[in-house]
């Protein structure tokens, strides 16, 4: 083959790749090899419009038994603390504002554990979250209270919290410390 036939052969080839490259990006299909361009031959023909095309397929797990609850994973997430305080009385109180978010939007309860205390005899009680729904779904706070008294002075309360929903869900524990000087 002399030199002028193989230049234009690979011009040839050459456009006919980025034809086949446009039509292809454009949703035309390869069904047979007929067009003639030496060695490469192809024919392309445009799908129907008639028959859908399945781009993508999804996996549905199966649904569970009638017999079990179905348990939906949204865990709800301590997001930060902010600690106030206020003398009122005489009396030292301070308020842990705990942000949080829960998907499902239904926490209920700030759960509270006692870690560890300098005193005895006292009684921790759980906090009740009155955010709404879609409130929790972004960020929502509830605040825990803790009244130091008149009584007692430098006085140490580490608590644990997490946030519960309706589901059972736990957050992650916090650490929480009330230090009443």
Same mark, same amino acid.
């Given at each position: 083959?002399?030199?002028k036939k ?5 011009i040839?080839?050459?456009?006919? $790749?980025?034809?086949?490259i446009s039509?292809?990006l ?5 069904v047979t !090899?007929?067009i003639?361009?030496? +060695?490469?031959s192809?024919?392309?023909k445009k +799908?129907? @419009?008639?028959? +859908?095309?399945? %781009? @993508?397929? /999804? %996996?549905?797990p199966p !649904?569970?038994p #009638?017999d079990q +609850?179905v348990?939906?994973?949204h865990?709800?997430?301590i997001?930060?603390?902010? &600690?106030?305080k206020?003398?009122k009385?005489? /009396?030292?109180?301070?308020?842990k504002d705990?942000?949080?978010m829960?998907s499902?939007?239904? !926490?209920? *309860? ?6 560890s205390? %300098?005193?005895e ?5 759980d ?7 879609d /409130?929790?779904?972004?960020e #929502?706070s509830?605040?825990?209270t803790?009244?130091?008294g *008149?009584?007692?002075h430098n006085?140490?309360? $580490?608590? &644990?919290?997490r946030?519960l929903?309706k589901?059972?869900?736990?957050? /992650?524990p916090?650490s929480? *410390?009330f230090?009443?000087?």
């Open positions: 083959m002399n030199t193989t230049f234009f052969l690979v040839g080839i050459a456009i006919a $790749v980025i034809i086949f039509l292809m454009s949703g035309w299909k390869i !090899a007929n003639n361009l030496g +060695p490469l192809f024919e392309l +799908p129907s @419009t008639d028959t +859908p095309e399945i %781009t @993508t397929v /999804e %996996t549905i !649904a569970p #009638a +609850p348990m939906i994973n865990t709800p997430v997001l930060r603390l902010a &600690e106030r206020e003398n009385n005489g /009396e030292l109180i301070i308020y705990i942000y949080f829960d499902g939007g239904d !926490a209920t *309860t700030v759960v509270y554990k006692l870690i205390t %300098t005193i005899n006292f009684k921790v009680n906090d009740t979250i009155l955010a709404s729904s /409130e929790q779904k972004y #929502a509830v605040t825990g803790w009244e130091c *008149t009584k007692y006085y140490l309360v $580490v608590l &644990e919290a946030i929903d589901a059972g869900n736990l957050s /992650e916090v929480i *410390t230090s009443c000087q």
